[in-house]
């Protein structure tokens, strides 16, 4: 079992940045391949960034040159750099948590998931 809490959302202008925290507890975390997903109002779940137990990442071509992911395995916590955001960046975004140290790029493929955090991006 892997049980994740993100923090770091909230409100920012366009072009501004925020760093979101995922904090995971579980023995086996450091195995896990990990990853980021949104979810804007109306729309459907989207991944964002995936991200392997030994830091090797892919992103979302919407995000990629402005998103960074990265973990701290001795900390037991993931994060998501995120820059230059932009209003379309609005969603909740989730960390998620598979028992695989193999990557994945669909929320079908993640069992372990986080409560949420709101990015807003407007001025």
């Known amino acids: 079992q892997v049980q994740l809490v993100e923090s770091g959302g909230g409100l920012v202008q366009p072009g501004g940045s925020l760093r979101l925290s995922c904090a995971a507890s579980g023995r086996t975390f450091s195995r896990n391949a990990v990853g980021w997903f949104r979810q804007a109002p109306g729309k459907e779940r989207e991944f964002v960034a995936a991200?392997?137990?030994?830091?090797?990442?892919i992103y979302a071509e919407s995000v990629k040159g402005r998103f960074t992911g990265f973990r701290d395995n001795a900390k037991s916590t993931l994060y998501l750099q995120m820059n230059s955001l932009k209003p379309e960046d609005t969603a909740v975004y989730y960390c998620?948590?598979?028992?695989?140290?193999?990557?994945?790029?669909?929320?079908?493929?993640?069992?372990?998931w986080g409560q949420g955090t709101q990015v807003t991006v407007s001025s």
């Open positions: 998620a948590a598979r028992p695989s140290v193999i990557i994945a790029t669909t929320a079908e493929e993640y069992n372990y």
């Open positions: 991200i392997s137990w030994l830091n090797t990442t």
